[in-house]
């Protein structure tokens, strides 16, 4: 299958013998049990390791693909030791996020799950380039059977129930390398694949309507907020935020910890750094001060928009 539904395979033809050189290389380095930035240890995956190229840490340790914090993504040790890998994700188009090595012994399974944020329609992919599989390896993605094959890059819709299975005898591995949604993008795609769908394209950076110090107050964050943020800041329950300038730049706190840089978009716009860029904070300002906040976000393909109260 070249295109389904849920998944398809993109233009570029990856070169399997410097893929497997660089595999071997990185062997050397030791590798993590995969976990969810989101919800933390728990997702029941029977023996997926990971090892990060590139994180929000910097360190190759990091077994999570990252999400909203004060820290942008950057190259590990473990992208300088596989150049020809670092060579396929610089020739991705747009601003790189998480770049993982994702092994799945014989046996081990990925529990069916769904993020929901990964998809064209959100403005954030993550695209496979498989290094080592076989026609043993149930790969599942909405339901639909995908069969990748090394030296292909794929791409697939993972806001929906996905799983893996290895039935067969070897590791199953593959790249995956996350990557904000942009116009050069397209040219990877079928054309009628992506034409076909209400694609959300990454804003680019753009200086803020006012001063950083204009934006600064304190806010109620409901519950529905809290769930797109990591569980372990706030048990997913209503908090108390702030804007805040610190360092030159705007920074979200909750409950009185700096968590999160807000990075501009134009006008009044914010996105969080490490985020999707389909989660907009939008700013009301009246006389000097904020007189509104509201978080704009695009969940499971369906456009959402919550008030978060000003306080005091």
Not at 123 to 150: C, D, K, N, S, Y
Not at 166 to 190: C, K, M, Q, Y
Not at 258 to 285: H, K, S
Request: with cysteine.
């Amino acid at each position: 299958m070249l295109a389904g539904p849920h998944a398809c395979r993109l233009a570029p033809r990856l070169d399997v013998d410097r893929l497997r050189e660089d595999l071997a290389a990185l062997r050397a380095f030791p590798m993590g049990s995969e976990e969810s930035y989101f919800r933390g240890p728990g997702e029941r995956h029977a023996g997926w390791r990971v090892l990060s190229l590139r994180s929000q840490s910097g360190e190759a340790k990091e077994t999570t693909s990252g999400g909203p914090g004060l820290h942008d993504f950057q190259d590990t040790a473990a992208m300088r030791a596989a150049p020809y890998l670092r060579e396929v994700v610089e020739a991705i188009p747009g601003p790189k996020r998480s770049v993982r090595l994702s092994v799945l012994p014989p046996g081990g399974s990925i529990t069916r799950h769904d993020d929901v944020v990964l998809s064209l329609e959100h403005g954030l992919v993550r695209l496979h380039a498989p290094i080592q599989t076989g026609p043993e390896v149930e790969f599942e993605v909405g339901g639909e059977r995908v069969e990748m094959a090394p030296g292909e890059l794929w791409y697939g819709d993972f806001t929906l129930p996905h799983a893996v299975e290895n039935r067969g005898a070897d590791d199953r591995v593959h790249l995956l390398i996350e990557v904000e949604v942009t116009p050069a993008l397209r040219s990877l795609f079928p054309a009628d694949y992506w034409d076909a769908r209400d694609v959300v394209v990454a804003e680019a950076p753009a200086p803020p309507a006012a001063p950083m110090e204009a934006y600064a107050c304190a806010f109620s964050g409901p519950s529905l907020f809290a769930r797109l943020l990591p569980r372990s800041w706030t048990s997913w329950q209503r908090f108390e935020g702030a804007l805040s300038p610190r360092f030159g730049e705007l920074v979200m706190c909750i409950n009185g910890a700096p968590m999160i840089a807000l990075e501009p978009r134009g006008g009044d716009r914010f996105v969080f750094r490490g985020g999707p860029p389909c989660v907009v904070l939008e700013v009301e300002r009246s006389g000097g001060g904020v007189r509104a906040l509201r978080l704009r976000s695009r969940l499971h393909k369906q456009w959402h928009t919550v008030p978060l109260p000003l306080r005091g």
